[in-house]
């Protein structure tokens, strides 16, 4: 096996590269792949290959790989898809490292079989993909535009991973209009191969790349995708925009790209979970990545509005709060700073007013005691046009104030509003990287951002691990189920499973007679709560399979007869195993925790409101598997029933520790029995601080046995 087969860096600093598919046709797409890479200025050798021969641009065309006597780093296949195959024996005979398939024809259009068939061979002979169905790759660290997409793509320090290659192409336009530089941009289409975590492991350590985007319509290794954001994101900032988050989204992400968009909610929870940033719009995405690759991190959260109008400072403030940012407010400190600088009649309270009456000497005048004050972390900079003030000196002014903040490495952001001088001025002041914008939203978003950034990149991931777990238990209790030839487990099973993790449930026993079931009752003292243990019966409320206070021996003669009889109702041929008798336990604080094994990112953990409402409420937070203690506390707190357990209305403050230590011991059931397709605990009965939890009701699922 080729000893580079994970040194990735020559993807992004080949040496050499080949063109399949170079041609003399201005039209085709070998034609400008090969015509970007001469004139990108890479500085490597290229070799164009063509049966034909000839020359191209005015290189010489090799008919084949094997006409090749230097070392091949990275070889672009652009040919109809029923010949890439042999393409990629070629490669593999010249012991290539890595692939970049433009060609498309794969799992898009339905064609798997063919994909793995190429993924496959390439693993075995040591070769890495990067497609297939891209447009290419670029890579300013080499001069290398591997792609056709748009010339003179403008350097700088944003990289884009990119699942859709028309959007890619059109973001180096969008960018090189922006005046955003980057550093790369990488088409990864099917992801056959080469995905995410795998760009994201180089672009981490390339200084060039100082933030990174990444468009996803589908996630196929999640688990190793988060373990690698989770690193990450902590070293640089990453903005994602993921499509797919309707159910119409998400079906036409699946045709588009041949992989499966997972559930939206899922997404968005692990993405904070692992500290990415998650834009709504390209536009804002783009717009966080530019200020967040030319501007360093605060010394510290406290935010300061400077404006001339109070109405745009309020709205500043809205911002501010929608995006996290904090506005320092010690009231007697900002007099004392900008007092000499609103000469008694605008505002010392944050937002800063200068009022309408503010010149640009006074602007600069505030805006430089700002700078200076160590108190004051950013700046949110603020003007609406004014007669006061005259609008040419505008752009210089901000230029100039800039400069300044930037130098000191404070960061500052802008927003102005007026007329066609003010306008001119934000296009002048864009095209030199200022970061200026015409929507007071649009300024703090970016701000937002960078401060989120900054809390990210201090979190602590650590994983909390439950003590005690007897997997032996675990997996008796799924094999009793895989020996009966069910996907899910019987009362008793799951009991097996709570007693695994030590979470307390109620006292139970499964009669399988009516003398048996009042025996139980009177053993485990009323009332008591009865239910059918049938494997043709999963939701047992819905069909009359569940009878509860049931206070002495009468009653429950009478609800074995009732359950017995509904059931049989709605299914005659109904096997039942008995009627399980339950302790019926004292009312609490009724919450859900769940999870399952999801597609996309493996094992995920859930927690929310309980009980019969949880369907219609769906009051619910996820985190992807394993978690930290901080994860599990934020899923508790996100939820909008949280204050419940806090206490309300004199109520006493519920015993939240107990419910954490519930989830971690779900999750770990999950993380170490992948057979567990699904589990779900509703209720968990949560009881007064210091009272505990106790699991009344437990449904487990089990995955499909894969076939060879």
């Not at 993807?11 to 046709?25: N, Q």
């Not at 003007?383 to 490495?409: F, P, R, W």
Request: hydrophobic share 40%; charged share 25%; with cysteine.
């Amino acid at each position: 096996m080729n000893k580079n087969f994970s040194n990735i860096k020559y993807l992004f600093e080949p040496r050499t590269i080949a063109v399949i598919g170079a041609s003399a046709s201005p039209g085709k797409i070998g034609n400008k792949i090969v015509d970007n890479i001469i004139n990108a200025g890479y500085r490597g050798k290229v070799f164009p290959i063509n049966p034909n021969g000839g020359e191209l641009l005015g290189y010489k065309v090799y008919k084949s790989l094997h006409e090749i006597t230097d070392e091949i780093d990275v070889v672009a296949i652009a040919i109809p898809a029923k010949y890439v195959f042999q393409a990629v024996k070629d490669c593999a005979a010249k012991h290539v490292k890595f692939l970049t398939i433009i060609s498309s024809g794969f799992s898009e259009v339905g064609n798997l079989d063919g994909e793995h068939k190429i993924r496959d061979f390439a693993r075995e002979h040591g070769m890495r993909i990067l497609g297939p169905n891209i447009f290419g790759h670029y890579s300013a660290v080499s001069s290398l535009n591997a792609s056709f997409g748009p010339k003179n793509i403008k350097k700088g320090h944003v990289a884009i991973i990119t699942q859709s290659g028309a959007l890619g192409v059109a973001m180096i336009g969008k960018t090189s209009i922006q005046n955003i530089g980057l550093s790369a941009i990488i088409s990864v289409g099917n992801k056959s191969d080469l995905d995410e975590a795998d760009l994201l492991e180089y672009l981490l350590q390339q200084d060039e790349t100082r933030s990174i985007l990444m468009y996803i319509e589908g996630v196929q290794k999640g688990e190793r995708l988060v373990e690698t954001l989770k690193r990450a994101t902590k070293l640089k900032p990453i903005v994602v925009i993921k499509s797919g988050r309707s159910k119409r989204g998400a079906i036409a992400a699946a045709s588009h790209t041949g992989s499966l968009a997972g559930s939206d909610e899922i997404f968005d929870a692990i993405m904070k979970q692992c500290g990415v940033l998650r834009s709504e719009t390209i536009q804002g995405a783009l717009d966080w990545c530019k200020y967040l690759s030319n501007t360093e991190l605060p010394k510290g959260k406290n935010t300061v509005i400077i404006t001339n109008g109070g109405g745009v400072g309020v709205l500043a403030t809205d911002a501010c709060e929608k995006f996290g940012v904090h506005l320092y407010d010690d009231k007697k400190h900002l007099k004392e700073v900008f007092e000499s600088v609103t000469h008694g009649f605008g505002s010392t309270k944050n937002p800063i007013d200068l009022t309408g009456d503010a010149s640009a000497e006074e602007y600069i005048q505030a805006l430089t005691v700002a700078l200076e004050d160590d108190n004051i972390h950013s700046v949110i900079s603020l003007y609406c046009e004014t007669a006061m003030m005259n609008a040419n000196e505008l752009a210089g002014m901000i230029e100039q104030v800039y400069a300044e903040y930037k130098n000191k490495g404070k960061p500052i952001i802008f927003s102005v509003f007026g007329g066609e001088i003010t306008e001119n001025s934000i296009t002048i002041l864009s095209k030199k990287n200022v970061p200026i914008f015409r929507d007071i939203y649009e300024s703090a978003s970016p701000l937002g951002a960078l401060y989120q950034h900054l809390r990210n990149r201090n979190r602590d991931y650590r994983i909390e691990k439950t003590d005690n777990i007897n997997i032996q238990q675990i997996n008796r209790a799924v094999k009793s189920a895989r020996d009966d030839n069910r996907k899910f487990l019987l009362a008793h099973e799951g009991q097996m499973i709570l007693e695994a993790v030590g979470l307390p449930g109620p006292q139970s026993g499964v009669a399988k007679s009516i003398h048996e079931a009042v025996d139980l009752a009177e053993s485990i003292g009323y009332p008591v709560v009865m239910k059918v243990v049938s494997r043709d019966i999963l939701h047992k409320s819905d069909v009359g399979g569940v009878l509860l206070d049931l206070e002495n021996k009468s009653e429950v003669l009478d609800a074995y007869q009732t359950i017995i009889h509904n059931c049989k109702a709605f299914k005659r041929d109904a096997v039942i195993d008995g009627i399980e008798v339950v302790e019926q336990v004292r009312p609490g604080t009724e919450v859900i925790i769940g999870g399952r094994q999801d597609k996309a990112f493996g094992p995920v953990i859930m927690f929310g409101l309980g009980g019969i409402y949880v369907e219609v409420m769906k009051d619910i937070s996820f985190r992807a598997l394993p978690v930290s203690s901080r994860d599990v506390s934020l899923m508790v707190k996100e939820i909008r029933s949280y204050p419940l357990l806090l206490g309300v209305r004199g109520e006493a403050r519920k015993d939240i520790d107990q419910v954490k230590e519930a989830i971690l011991k779900v999750g770990s059931i999950l993380m170490e029995c992948r057979e567990i397709a699904d589990i779900e605990i509703n209720p968990l009965m949560v009881y007064d601080q210091a009272k505990g939890v106790k699991a009344v009701d437990i449904r487990i699922l089990l995955s499909d046995i894969e076939k060879d």
